[in-house]
């Protein structure tokens, strides 16, 4: 059974295993370990799905909890996957948001065609300042 959490006061080699067995580490910081849980520890809203004691997955967002959410990660262990686990995270990042709050994420390229499926709508007027650029 699956049990979900919120806060962000997890233990920092977890999470990096998690973001590894998700896939996500591959386009996250994890090998800077301070800036890593720096991403964890600013967050504004962190909610954990566990099997047992082993973190599954993970949803981290940044919100004001009246009118938006960026969802920054949204990982799923590709070993517990295809069972609910992100769809509810993601309801859950919803409800302790605020239930008026709309939710925007970046997705991955192998993820894009999952967030339709669970009645996220594509909104091609977002735009991106990385870091450093000018």
Known sequence: MIRYRTG???DLDQVIDLYKASTLGERRPIHDRQRFAAMLKNASLVITAWDGDLLVGISRSVTDFSY??????LAVRVSHQKQGIGKELVRLTQVHGGPET???LLAAPAAKDYY????FSHEPRAWLLKAGAK
């Not at 938006?68 to 990660?73: C, G, I, M």
């Open 116 to 119: 339709s499926h669970i009645g």
């Open 102 to 104: 709309s939710i925007l």
């Open 8 to 10: 962000n006061d997890l």
């Open 68 to 73: 938006f959410t960026y969802l920054a990660d």
